[in-house]
């Protein structure tokens, strides 16, 4: 599934995902990003180049091979970095998918408080806690990604630059968010189709026929 949106995204326009997103415009699966982005994934399932268990995997067991030194990389998020900081025993390093126009990723979901609320001012005050300077280093010092904080103030090199890689995708408008997002269900869609692909059960036109009429009837309800 994060592999399938990284392809996806990395030829994507910014006004393509926010319509997808956002529900701003009309989607066509059957056309560009969408429809490149889902051939190239099925000729990499073809051509061998995310190995021959992909279908079998969970994301527990593809960490723990990338970990143990069974596989050359794996395509994640933070969660990934902040264990490979932790367990991994040999030279590794971490990159976005190279020249890609946007990358997979979100800044986190944002604070609200409800208007009905009986103690808005302790969930104001919680807030300007959590988005606080020293909360917000303290983030990035322990490997999360902070959103309002300042990389310099970590002290690990490799966290530091990680973290600076993230603001820049930020400060660059350049993440494309998770594609589960837009319609209830649809994660479980997703996953359940992209191991039909994996599997050599369903075909890239397939999918992106079925994704077409989820996410249409997702949309308009």
Request: glycine fraction near 10%.
């Amino acid at each position: 599934m994060w592999i399938w949106y990284s392809l996806v995204s990395a030829i994507a326009a910014r006004d393509e995902i926010d319509d997808f997103m956002f529900v701003k415009g009309p989607v066509d699966f059957s056309a560009n990003p969408w429809a490149e982005g889902t051939e190239r994934f099925q000729s990499w399932i073809d051509r061998g180049y995310v190995g021959t268990d992909i279908a079998g995997l969970n994301f527990e067991q593809a960490t723990v091979n990338f970990l143990s030194g069974n596989a050359a990389m794996v395509v994640w998020n933070h969660g990934v970095f902040h264990r490979a900081v932790a367990e991994a025993d040999f030279n590794w390093g971490w990159m976005t998918f190279p020249g890609a126009n946007l990358v997979m990723g979100s800044s986190g979901h944002l604070w609200g408080v409800p208007e009905r609320a009986k103690n808005k001012e302790l969930a104001y005050e919680f807030i300007d806690i959590t988005l606080s300077d020293e909360v917000q280093n303290l983030i990035g010092e322990l490997g999360g990604s902070p959103i309002a904080g300042d990389p310099a103030a970590i002290t690990d090199e490799r966290t530091r630059d990680y973290t600076e890689g993230f603001v820049e995708l930020m400060d660059g408008n350049a993440l494309s968010y998770y594609p589960d997002y837009p319609v209830i269900g649809f994660l479980d869609f997703i996953q359940e189709h992209m191991q039909a692909m994996s599997n050599g059960n369903e075909t890239a036109q397939e999918y992106l026929d079925a994704a077409q009429s989820f996410y249409d009837e997702g949309t308009q309800q």
